[in-house]
């Protein structure tokens, strides 16, 4: 496997945004006020949470690598992961900033370019490897599911903040409305996604989260069930595949 210069300007240009978007997100997790305390709502996560950026961004410099040993980054991604990084900081520093509101547009923006890789991949790219795998097929996988979180939680902060006197009878209903939204998604990688667990684990990973981080009972109660229930609900495609099942679910677990 040798280097490959194809189309180095977007391979040049996929490190420097990459190392910016990491960059950005260290100092926003490790920072002295870190900007993922800000800018609570109801179905905000516990701050550990956001740790899983850490993930996220190994496997991405693994992407970054591996795009210099094959052509398959490139036809995957193209320009797209470029797009995606960079509405993504721009997110980051938006939400820093506390415009909640405008912030939202940066992170569609940055969700639609990821989930261009992502149904991408699943629709034309499989997994040839194990490297295809770990550093191609996972690492969108993962960011999928976050910046689907990032999503919801942005959202949330614009429509239902925290207040001193607690939430509302509302607020808790559209929260545990939310948290549902969240754990149908999740149902949704197993069943239309070629069995995603990874994208699902994540999705488990933030309601445990919420679990974590809120008090009221009916929020704090309603995420640890969603996250069990999300949890277990991956083991769909290992028990069809042990069954001999031949499915959509018994598709390789990452596409």
């Given at each position: 496997?040798?280097?490959?210069?194809?189309?180095?300007?977007?391979?040049?240009?996929?490190?420097?945004?990459?190392?910016?978007?990491?960059?950005?997100?260290?100092?926003?997790?490790?920072?002295?006020d870190s900007a993922y305390s800000k800018h609570k709502s109801y179905i905000s996560p516990a701050h550990f949470t956001f740790l899983i950026w850490t993930l996220i961004h190994v496997l991405l410099g693994g992407m970054v690598?591996?795009?210099?040993?094959?052509?398959?980054?490139?036809?995957?991604?193209?320009?797209?992961?470029?797009?995606?990084?960079?509405?993504?900081?721009?997110?980051?520093?938006?939400?820093?900033?506390?415009?909640?509101?405008?912030?939202?547009?940066?992170?569609?923006?940055?969700?639609?370019?990821?989930?261009?890789?992502?149904?991408?991949?699943?629709?034309?790219?499989?997994?040839?490897?194990?490297?295809?795998?770990?550093?191609?097929?996972?690492?969108?996988?993962?960011?999928?599911?976050?910046?689907?979180?990032?999503?919801?939680?942005?959202?949330?902060?614009?429509?239902?903040?925290?207040?001193?006197?607690?939430?509302?009878?509302?607020?808790?209903?559209?929260?545990?409305?939310?948290?549902?939204?969240?754990?149908?998604?999740?149902?949704?990688?197993?069943?239309?996604?070629?069995?995603?667990?990874?994208?699902?684990?994540?999705?488990?990973?933030?309601?445990?989260?919420?679990?974590?981080?809120?008090?009221?009972?009916?929020?704090?109660?309603?995420?640890?069930?969603?996250?069990?229930?999300?949890?277990?609900?991956?083991?769909?495609?290992?028990?069809?595949?042990?069954?001999?099942?031949?499915?959509?679910?018994?598709?390789?677990?990452?596409?």
């Amino acid at each position: 496997m040798g280097i490959e210069f194809e189309h180095w300007p977007s391979k040049v240009i996929n490190i420097i945004v990459y190392v910016t978007l990491l960059s950005g997100n260290l100092y926003s997790s490790f920072g002295g006020d870190s900007a993922y305390s800000k800018h609570k709502s109801y179905i905000s996560p516990a701050h550990f949470t956001f740790l899983i950026w850490t993930l996220i961004h190994v496997l991405l410099g693994g992407m970054v690598v591996f795009q210099w040993f094959t052509d398959k980054v490139h036809q995957a991604a193209g320009w797209h992961f470029v797009t995606a990084a960079i509405f993504n900081a721009i997110w980051l520093a938006l939400w820093s900033e506390g415009h909640t509101i405008l912030a939202l547009f940066p992170l569609f923006l940055a969700t639609g370019a990821v989930s261009f890789i992502y149904y991408r991949l699943k629709e034309q790219h499989s997994a040839e490897t194990l490297l295809d795998v770990i550093f191609l097929h996972l690492p969108f996988s993962l960011y999928h599911a976050w910046i689907f979180v990032l999503l919801i939680v942005n959202l949330f902060a614009v429509l239902s903040p925290i207040h001193d006197d607690g939430p509302s009878t509302f607020q808790i209903v559209i929260s545990i409305a939310g948290l549902a939204f969240v754990a149908s998604t999740a149902i949704g990688y197993i069943e239309y996604k070629q069995g995603d667990v990874a994208g699902v684990l994540v999705l488990a990973w933030y309601l445990f989260g919420v679990f974590a981080q809120q008090e009221n009972p009916a929020i704090h109660w309603t995420s640890l069930g969603l996250g069990i229930a999300v949890s277990t609900y991956t083991m769909k495609p290992f028990v069809f595949r042990l069954a001999g099942r031949h499915t959509g679910e018994t598709a390789p677990l990452l596409g």
